[in-house]
C-alpha cells in the first residue's frame, strides 16, 4: 500500500473555518501517507447536494471517508452502503445519529457558545440588550451555537436580553447591513454576537461604519478576524479548532484502516480569545489565517 | 331591401394623443363584398378590430341583424359569426401550419389531440382553396405570401357569416388573388357578407359591390362600386385628384454600371443569377410567388448565404458577406417583411429613421445629434406624409401603411447609391403610392442604380426601365420597359427544361 | 429574449433524422466518453444509479420549468416550492400524523394551488413571470421556514415514506439492476409531461402562448386560463419534486431549495429549450439535466479540485451548448 | 417573454407628465411612508445613509444588468464578476504591491476583459445569453477562489483602498452630511450609464438591439461589434461593484457574490426594464434597487422575524410591480 486516499465530505467549502479543516487534514496526509479530496457544498441547507458528493465518493471507492454530516440523518443509507463496502467512517464537526462512524471528531458548539455569552454578558456589565446575526437559521451549527447563546444568557444572565437575532447566510456584506439595521433600531444596544466568521466580520463592520462602540464578540477565527480582535474593534472571539478537526480526522482514518482502535470521540476543543491572550502559544495554535 | 347584418353607427375612438375614428359608419349586407378604402391611417383597420372584438369603442353602436350588441372580445366575436384576417399576420410561428389554423378548436378523441384530424381538416381547407401547402410544416419556415394563405385558410375555417379581410393581398401575386375572388365568390353566393380592405384600386372594381370611404377616422360616403369611377373613389379618400404619370424610359445605355451580380448562386434557391443595374435604371424584378426574388436580393445584401457568385459594385469586385459590407457598399435593402426585418418596432419614428446612418449623427464621444435626427424625421415624415402624431412616437402604434413608409424613410436618409425595393408599396395607400413612385424616379433621376421587386405586375410595368423575370430561383429572361403583361406571365413560368435549354442557345451563340 | 435568426441555411445533403436525433446527445455522451475512460469507476452500476438519482430532483424540476419556459415565462420558485411542499408533506404525515396516501396527494396538490396562484398573478394581474415567481420564490421559503418553525421535519414514523424514492421497485424484481424508485418516478412524470406537450390541448396551447400570446388571444382562446393551468402544473411537479427530495433525505428541510431553480432552467435551457418561448422539449430538457449531473459527478470521481470543478463546469456549459448550435447550423 | 398587449385602454383625461414621473416612485414611497410612520428610528440620517450604501453595491450590478437586458439578453456573471474584479484588486494591490489607481483600472479592466468575453460568446458563437453568462458565472467564481488560494485578500497594505466606499468627500466638506463615497459612486456611475443609454449611440444601440436585432442588422449595423460593446461596458462596472465591495470589506472575499445576480436582476425588473428588452430606465432600476434596500432595512428595523422577512418581501414586491402597472394603464 502505497498510499491511502481518504475522501472528505463536509458542509462547506469556500469559508476559512472549513479550508482551516481542509489544511489540518492534508497536514495529517502528509505525516500519515494519504492523499486527502476535501469537498463541500455551496450552503449549508444543501443537504441533497451532500448526499450526492457522498454518492459520488463512494463510486470512487476511497479507502476512508470523513464526513461531517449536514443533516443528522439523511446520509444514514449512504453510510450503511458504504460500511458494507468495508470503508471506514469518521464523522467530523457534528455527528451522525447511527454508530457507523468508528469516531468523531468535533467541538461541542453549544458549550462554545455558551462561553460566548458569559463573555458578552461579562462585558456589558451584566445588564442590557444585546442582539445575534448568525449564519444560518436550520443548520446544525446555526442552530447549536444561536440556542446556547440565547439559553446561557436566558438560564445564567437574566438582567441581559437578546433583544433579535438575525440571519445573513455568513455572508459579509448582507451581515454589515443587517448589523447597521439593529444597531440603527436599537440605540441602546450594548453587544452584538457574530455566530461564524462571515457573520463576526459582518457585525465588525457594522460597527465601524456606525462608530458604534458596541461590544462584539465573534466565532472562529481567520485573519479578518483575527486583525479586529488585536485592534479592539471586537472584543474577543470563541474559536474551535478546525486545524485540529481535520488532522484529527485523517489520523484516525489511518489508524482504523491500519486495523488500530480509534476514540469513539475526539474532542478537539475550543477557545475564547480576545487582544489579551491571543499571543498566547496555546490560543496562537488553534488560530487560523 | 334586404336587412343588414352588420351596422356601425358613430363609433369614436381614440388612443393616446390619436384620434383614429370620429363618427365612423359602416354597413354590411349578406351576400355582399363591402369594401373599405381611406388612405394609410385614416382608421380602416381600426373599425374592423372594434367589429371583431379586439378593441373596445369609445361611442357609437354596433348592430348585428338589426340587434344591438356587445362585443368584448375575439371570442365573442367569434360566437357571433364574425369572423377577421388581421392586416398584421397574427400567427404562432413556432406551431405548424394545421396547428395555427385550429388554434383553439382542435379534434379531440378521447381528450387526446387527433393530429391526424386535424392535418386532415387542413388539407381539405387547402384543397378547397386551390393551395398546395403541407399542413405539418411550421409558419417560420413560410414566405409572407405563404403565411398570409394560412391566414386565409383559417379565417375561412371559421364559417363565418361576417368575414373581414384586412389587406389579404398585400403580399398575394395574381394567381393566388385570383384564387382569393374566387373563393370570395363562393362566399358570397352562401350569403356571407365580407368586408374587403385594400388599397389595390383595380381589385375593388373586380370583387366588390359597394365602397366604403373614409377619411382621417370619419365616414365619407358610400358609393356602389361597379358605377363609380377610380377616380371619384381616390378623390373622396385623398380629398383631391391625382394626376396618374405614364412611364418614361430614359436612355441609361450609356450609363455606367452601377451593380453588376454575376453567377449568383445558394442550392435550389438562387440558380446561377446574373444581372447588372446601370446608373440611373430602375431594374423591375418580376415572377410568382416563391420565384426566387427575395433571396436573390438578401443574398446581394449580405444577409444570407451564398455558395458563389461575384458583385461587383461600380466596376470594382466587393466581398459582401454581411448587410455592413452591403451598406458601406452604398446598397440598400428594403425588405418585404417590415415587422420582423425593418422596423425595430419598440423603437420612435425618429429613432427608426436614423437606425440605418446612426453613425451620421454621432458626434464627439459617441454622442447623438437629435436635433439633427429631429430634423430629418420631420423632414421625411412631411415628405412621406406618414401618419403619426409625432417623430416620437413608437413605430409599432403606426398604421401598416405608415410603418412602411417609415422603412422607406430610413432608406432613402440613408442615401445608397443602389437601393433595392422589395415589396416597396406593400400596405400602401394609392395616394402615397403614387409619391412613391415619383420618388424612385426622382432617384433614379438623380442618377441611382434601383432595384424594385414587386408582386404587382402595373407597378413592376409602370416604374420599371427594364424588367428581369424570375421562375424557380433562375432568372429566364429581360424584357424591355413596358413590355406586356403576356410577356411577363411566360417568362414567369418557363420551367426549368425550357430554361436549360434557353441557356444553352445563350452559350451556343 | 431576442430569437437570432439564422438565415443562413445549409442544402447539403440531409443526414437521416434518426442520426440527427442522436446527435442531440452528443454532448452528453462526449461526457460520458471523456469519463469512462479517465476513470474506471465512473460506468460502474452503482455510479450510474448515483448519477441518475442525483439527476431526479433536478430533473424533475426542470421539467416544471420547461412548461413554463416554452409559454415565454419563467419560474424561479420551483426551488422552495419543491421544499414548501416537503414541508407540507412533513406537516401531514409527521405532525398530524396522516397516512402515506394524503401526504402525497396533499404535497401535490399544495404544488398546484401555489402554482395557481402564480398563474393568475401572471395572466391576470399581467405581473411580469420574472416577478411573480420571484415574489412566490420568497413567500415559500419564508412560509416553509414558518410552518416547520425552522427545523427539518423527519418522516420516521412512516416508514414507507423513504421508499418513494430510495426503494427499488426494479431492484426487488432484478435484483441486479437497483434502480432506484425516485428515477423511476423522472422518467413516468417526463413521460407524462412529455404526453401533455405534444398530445394534449394543454401542451398545445403552452407552445402556442409562447410563440404569440397576442395571436392566441386574437383567435378567441382564454388564454388566461390555459396560462394558469400552466403554472398550476409546474407547480404539481414541483410537488412531486418535493416529494422525490424529502424521501432521499428523510426529511423535509426547509432551509433548502433557493438556488435549485438556476440549475433546473439552466437544464432546460442546454436542452435546448428557448428562454423566448414557443419551443423546447421534455427529452432535452432531461439530456440538460444529465449533462449537469453527470459533469458534477465525473468531476468529483476525477478527484478534480472543488475550485476547477466550478471552472471546468463553467466553460463546458457554454462547450455543449455551443456544440449543439453548430449541430444544428449543419442541419 | 409575450408582451402582453392592452388594447383596452382608457382615454380619460391625462395627467401631468411631471406628476406621473412622481407617481412611479409610488412603490418606493409608499414604503418609506409606512416604515417611517411605523418606527421613528427609519427615517434619522444615519439609517437614510445606511440604506443609500446598502444599495450601493446591488445598484450598480443591477445598472450592469440593465444595459445588457436591455438588448434583450440576461447576465448571470454580474455577482461573480464582481468578486473576480475585487480579487484582481487584491492580486494587484496586496500581493503585487503596485499603487492604488493601478488597482482601481486594473480591477475595471478586469471586468471590461470578462465582458468582452461573454459577448464574443454571445454575438459571434450565438450561445444564448443565459447560458453564456452562466458559464462565466461559473468559471469566474472558480477562478476567484483558485486566484486567491480560497483566501480573502486584505487591503491594509493599501490604507486608501478603503476611503473608495466609506470614506466621505462629502462628508469632510459638511459634516452633517457624511454621504460615503460609495453612494457617491452608485450615483455617477448611474448618471454615466443613464447618459451614454440616452445620448450616445452605444444606447441607442442598446435599445434598438433589444426592440429587432435584425431589422437592426439588416440596416447595415454592426450588430456583434454593439452588442460585444454592450456586455463590455456591463463588465466594467462590475468591475466598479468589484472595488465598493471589497473597499467595504477591506478585503476581496473569493467566495461571495453568487445570488448576487438575482437581487440585481430583480431590481432591473421592478425598476419597470422588460425582460425581453428594447425598453427600461436606469432610473427605474436605481428605484428597483432602492425598494430592495428600504424593504430589507425597514423590515430590520421593525425586528420582523427573518421568516416573515422573506414572505413580506416576496409579497411586496409582486404588489410594487403591480402598483406600477396599475400606473401605467391608467396613463
Ligand atoms: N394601438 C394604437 N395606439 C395608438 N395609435 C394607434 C393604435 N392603433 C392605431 N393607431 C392610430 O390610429 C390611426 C388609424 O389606424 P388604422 O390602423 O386603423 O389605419 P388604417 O386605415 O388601417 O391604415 P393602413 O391602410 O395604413 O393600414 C392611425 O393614425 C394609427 O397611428
Ligand atoms: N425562411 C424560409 N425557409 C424555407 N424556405 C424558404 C424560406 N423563405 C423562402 N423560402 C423558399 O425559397 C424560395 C424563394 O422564396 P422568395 O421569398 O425568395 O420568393 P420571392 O420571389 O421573393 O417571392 P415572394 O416575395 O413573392 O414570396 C421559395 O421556394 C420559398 O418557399
Ligand atoms: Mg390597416
Ligand atoms: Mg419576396
Known amino acids: 500500500q502505497d498510499k491511502y486516499d481518504i475522501a472528505m465530505i463536509c458542509k462547506g467549502f469556500q469559508h476559512q473555518f472549513w479550508q482551516a479543516v481542509k489544511a489540518g487534514a492534508e497536514k495529517a496526509g502528509a505525516e500519515f501517507g494519504a492523499t486527502i479530496t476535501f469537498e463541500g457544498p455551496e450552503t449549508e441547507s444543501q443537504v441533497d447536494r451532500q448526499m450526492d458528493m457522498l454518492a459520488a465518493a463512494l463510486s470512487r471507492g476511497p479507502d476512508a471517508i470523513g464526513f461531517a454530516a449536514l443533516d443528522s440523518q439523511a446520509a444514514i443509507p449512504l453510510l450503511q452502503q458504504a460500511s458494507a463496502a468495508g470503508i471506514p467512517i469518521i464523522a467530523f464537526d457534528s455527528g451522525v445519529d447511527s454508530d457507523i462512524p468508528l469516531s468523531t471528531a468535533t467541538t461541542d458548539n453549544v458549550a462554545a457558545a455558551a462561553l460566548a455569552a458569559d463573555k458578552m454578558a461579562e462585558l456589558i456589565g451584566n445588564s442590557g440588550k444585546i442582539a445575534v446575526v448568525a449564519h444560518d437559521q436550520t443548520s446544525r451549527t446555526g442552530i447549536d451555537r444561536v440556542e446556547g447563546f440565547t439559553n446561557r444568557i436566558k438560564e445564567a444572565h437574566p438582567n441581559v436580553e437578546v433583544v433579535t437575532v438575525q440571519y445573513g ?21 450594548k453587544g452584538i454576537f457574530g455566530a461564524n466568521e462571515g457573520s463576526a466580520i459582518g457585525v465588525a463592520n457594522g460597527k465601524q461604519e456606525l462608530n458604534s462602540n458596541v461590544v462584539v464578540i465573534g466565532f472562529d477565527s481567520g485573519a479578518a478576524q483575527k486583525a479586529m480582535v488585536a485592534s479592539g474593534l471586537m472584543n474577543g472571539s470563541i474559536t474551535q479548532n478546525p486545524v485540529g478537526i481535520g488532522y484529527e480526522t485523517v489520523k484516525a482514518a489511518v489508524a482504523a484502516l491500519k486495523g488500530e482502535t480509534v476514540p469513539k470521540i475526539v474532542d478537539t476543543g475550543f477557545y475564547y480569545y480576545d487582544a489579551a491572550n491571543m499571543n498566547d502559544p496555546e490560543i496562537a495554535a488553534v488560530l487560523y489565517d | 331591401m334586404t336587412t343588414n347584418l352588420v351596422e356601425m353607427v358613430d363609433i369614436d375612438k381614440s388612443f393616446p394623443g390619436v384620434r383614429a375614428l370620429a363618427k365612423a359608419h359602416f354597413e354590411l349586407k349578406p351576400g355582399e363584398v363591402h369594401a373599405l378604402m381611406g388612405e394609410n391611417g385614416a382608421g380602416k383597420s381600426t373599425l374592423m378590430k372594434i367589429l371583431s372584438g379586439v378593441y373596445a369603442r369609445d361611442a357609437g353602436d354596433i348592430r348585428l341583424d338589426g340587434q344591438n350588441v356587445e362585443i368584448a372580445s375575439p371570442r365573442q366575436a367569434q360566437d357571433l359569426g364574425i369572423g377577421i384576417i388581421h392586416q398584421e399576420l397574427a400567427l404562432m410561428r413556432d406551431l405548424t401550419v394545421a ?42 419556415t413560410l414566405t409572407i405570401a405563404k403565411q398570409q394563405m394560412v391566414e386565409i385558410a383559417k379565417a375561412l375555417s371559421y364559417r363565418s357569416r361576417v368575414l373581414i379581410m384586412d389587406e389579404p393581398t398585400a403580399a398575394l401575386n395574381d394567381a393566388e388573388i385570383a384564387e382569393l375572388f374566387a373563393i370570395i365568390n363562393r362566399l358570397k353566393a352562401e350569403g356571407v357578407g365580407v368586408v374587403y380592405i385594400s388599397h389595390k384600386m383595380d381589385e375593388i372594381k373586380r370583387i366588390s359591390d359597394r365602397v366604403t370611404i373614409m377619411r382621417d377616422g370619419e365616414y365619407v360616403g358610400t358609393v356602389p362600386a361597379a358605377d363609380t369611377p377610380i377616380e371619384t373613389i381616390i378623390s373622396m379618400m385623398v380629398g383631391r385628384t391625382l394626376s396618374g404619370d405614364t412611364l418614361v424610359v430614359p436612355d441609361t445605355s450609356a450609363a455606367p454600371i452601377a451593380l453588376e451580380v454575376r453567377n449568383l448562386n445558394r442550392g ?94 454621432t458626434g464627439l464621444g459617441g454622442i447623438l445629434d437629435e436635433a439633427g435626427m429631429e430634423q430629418k424625421a420631420v423632414g421625411y415624415i412631411r415628405q412621406l406624409a406618414i401618419k403619426t402624431p409625432s417623430d416620437v412616437q413608437e413605430a409599432r402604434l403606426l398604421s401598416g401603411g405608415n410603418q412602411q413608409k417609415v422603412v422607406i424613410a430610413k432608406w432613402l436618409l440613408r442615401d445608397c447609391d443602389i437601393l433595392i425595393f422589395d415589396e416597396p408599396t406593400r400596405g400602401i395607400d394609392v395616394g402615397a403610392k403614387s409619391e412613391i413612385y415619383k420618388l424612385l424616379n426622382a432617384l433614379a433621376g438623380q442618377g441611382k442604380a434601383i432595384i424594385v421587386i414587386s408582386s404587382e405586375l402595373p407597378e413592376v410595368l409602370r416604374l420599371s426601365h427594364r424588367i428581369a423575370v424570375m421562375c424557380e430561383g433562375r432568372l429566364t429572361g429581360f424584357l424591355p420597359g413596358g413590355a406586356s403583361q403576356q410577356d411577363i406571365m411566360r417568362l414567369a413560368t418557363l420551367r426549368p427544361s425550357a430554361v436549360a435549354e434557353q441557356s444553352i442557345e445563350r452559350r451556343s451563340t | 429574449m431576442t430569437d437570432t435568426a439564422a438565415p443562413a441555411q445549409n442544402t447539403g445533403p440531409r443526414i437521416s433524422g434518426a442520426f440527427h436525433r442522436l446527435l442531440a446527445f452528443s454532448g452528453l455522451i462526449a461526457l460520458v466518453v471523456v469519463f469512462s475512460l479517465a476513470s474506471p469507476n465512473f460506468m460502474q452500476t452503482q455510479n450510474v444509479l448515483a448519477i441518475l438519482q442525483a439527476t431526479s430532483v433536478n430533473g424533475v424540476l426542470a421539467i416544471a420549468a420547461t412548461l413554463v419556459i416554452i409559454t415565454g415565462g419563467i419560474d424561479l420558485s420551483v426551488g422552495t416550492l419543491m421544499t414548501f411542499c416537503a414541508v407540507i408533506a412533513g406537516v401531514l404525515l409527521t405532525y398530524l400524523g396522516l397516512p402515506l396516501p394524503v401526504g402525497v396527494v396533499g404535497a401535490i396538490l399544495a404544488g398546484v394551488c401555489c402554482g395557481l396562484v402564480s398563474g393568475v398573478v401572471v395572466a391576470k394581474l399581467k405581473v411580469p413571470p420574472f416577478i411573480a415567481t420571484l415574489g412566490m420564490m420568497l413567500i415559500l421559503k419564508g412560509l416553509s421556514l414558518v410552518i416547520s418553525s425552522t427545523k427539518p421535519i423527519y418522516f420516521n414514523d412512516t416508514p414507507g415514506f423513504t421508499q418513494i424514492s430510495s426503494g427499488s421497485i426494479v431492484g426487488s424484481i432484478f435484483p441486479a439492476l437497483p434502480i432506484p424508485n425516485g428515477v423511476l418516478i423522472l422518467f413516468g412524470v417526463a413521460l407524462l409531461a412529455a404526453f401533455v406537450l405534444t398530445k394534449t390541448a394543454l401542451g398545445r396551447y403552452t407552445f402556442a402562448l409562447g410563440s404569440n400570446e397576442e395571436a392566441v388571444r386574437l383567435s378567441g382562446v382564454n388564454v388566461d386560463r390555459w396560462k394558469i393551468a400552466v403554472y398550476a402544473a409546474a407547480g404539481g411537479i414541483c410537488g412531486v419534486a418535493g416529494l422525490l427530495i424529502a424521501s432521499r433525505l428523510n426529511s423535509a428541510q426547509p432551509a433548502l431549495g433557493q ?35 453527470v459533469l458534477a459527478n465525473g468531476l468529483r470521481i476525477l478527484s478534480v479540485p472543488q475550485e476547477w470543478q466550478t471552472v471546468v463546469t463553467g466553460a463546458i456549459i457554454i462547450l455543449a451548448v455551443y456544440a449543439d448550435i453548430l449541430r444544428r447550423r449543419s442541419l
Open chain 1, 169 to 189: 447566510a455568513g455572508d459579509q456584506l448582507a451581515s454589515t447591513e443587517i448589523t447597521k439595521s439593529i444597531l440603527l433600531a436599537n440605540p441602546d444596544l
Open chain 2, 99 to 140: 396547428q395555427n389554423i385550429f388554434i383553439g378548436r382542435e379534434p379531440r378523441r378521447f381528450g387526446i389531440l387527433d393530429e391526424g384530424q386535424l392535418n386532415r381538416d387542413a388539407a381539405a381547407i387547402f384543397a378547397s382553396m386551390n393551395l398546395a401547402l403541407e399542413p405539418t410544416v411550421r409558419v417560420e
Open chain 2, 268 to 361: 435550389r434557391e438562387i440558380r446561377d443569377v446574373s444581372f447588372a443595374v446601370r446608373k440611373g435604371e430602375i431594374l423591375g424584378f418580376a415572377g410568382l410567388m416563391g420565384a426566387g426574388r427575395t433571396e436573390v436580393a438578401r443574398a446581394v445584401f449580405g444577409a444570407d448565404r451564398r455558395d458563389g457568385g461575384e458583385i461587383l459594385v461600380h466596376g470594382q469586385p466587393i466581398a459582401i458577406t454581411s448587410p455592413k459590407d452591403a451598406v458601406d457598399a452604398g446598397i440598400g435593402y428594403l425588405s418585404e417583411d417590415r415587422k420582423h426585418f425593418g422596423l425595430a418596432t419598440g423603437l420612435d419614428v425618429r429613432n427608426n429613421i436614423a437606425l440605418a446612418s446612426l453613425d451620421r449623427f
Open chain 3, 259 to 293: 438556488g435549485y431553480e438556476l440549475d433546473a432552467i439552466a437544464a432546460v435551457v442546454i436542452g435546448g429549450t428557448s428562454l423566448a418561448g414557443g419551443r423546447g422539449t421534455i427529452l432535452g430538457t432531461l439530456i440538460g439535466a444529465l449533462i449537469i449531473s
